[in-house]
């Protein structure tokens, strides 16, 4: 493990300079991840062209969720999002070629790429997280400028290990788990951009105590805006994210090596 952790950096490093050979094209797909990205927090807006509240929370409020939850979410896609090539892996044998070498397999799978394109998303969603902080009225104190990138570095931990769990599906589903892995990342992170309390009861349970999309905003954001909780969670769990990424990661770790013991190669 500290092996792959050295050799992470250098690898990623090879994956940068490849992207960034061309400079003109990487900067144009720079702006057009940070335009295309813009639409996401548009459809925001427009909810609130329509309702001054939306169950209690300001649209300052909300897009904060949307800025730390994308920001997060975005870090993850970037480090880990390319897991998506799994199911071709799986599918083409190729994968059998990546279990031969010495290093472990997911580290192999996940330094395929490095998407150094989502810094343009980054950037929008870092935006709008900085006029959040003001519009929505955070009481900044030592206590809470401390939480802030204790918060992204969770929720980017969580987002990073629901991808490895969405993708470890795809040693069961003989390489077709891409739609399972898209529902619980692309489709979790915009679950997380909106508080948990707009959603009906048995939802709010999934995303709170099973696939954990609320501590990577809603629960850190109700200590950080010093906001009640309309739903009267313990207020322990504002405290929570960094545990429950440490958990994430070892569920994450464990059902990637269930899913190496349970593959069978394609036989070819």
Known sequence: ???ELALYPRL?????????????SFVLMLVGYF??????????????????LLAGWTLGEV???YGTSYVSFKLADM???????????VRSGSLDTLLTRPLGSLFQVITI????????????????????????????????????????LSGTVIFASIWVLGASTVFWTMGNGLEVMNTFTYGGNQMANFPINIYAGWLRRLIAYVV????????????????????GSPGILRFASPLVALGCVAAARFA????IRHYQSTGS
Do not use: N
């Open 113 to 152: 790429d490095f998407g150094l394109r989502h810094v343009g998303a980054i950037a929008q969603a870092v935006c709008v997280l900085a006029v959040a902080c003001v519009t929505a009225g955070v009481p900044w104190d030592a206590a809470r400028v401390a939480m802030m990138p204790v918060t992204i």
């Open 1 to 3: 493990m500290g092996s």
């Open 212 to 231: 954990p999309l609320a501590f990577v905003t809603y629960f850190p954001s109700l200590y950080l805006l010093a906001k009640e909780d309309p739903l």
């Open 256 to 259: 990637w090596g269930q899913g």
């Open 35 to 52: 335009a295309a990205t813009v639409a996401d927090f548009l459809a925001i807006w427009v909810i609130f062209l329509h309702l001054p």
């Open 12 to 24: 990623a490093w090879s994956r940068v300079r490849g992207q960034v050979e061309y400079r003109l």
């Open 63 to 65: 897009a904060f969720l």
């Open 79 to 89: 480090v880990v999002g390319h897991l998506d090539v799994l199911p071709t892996l």
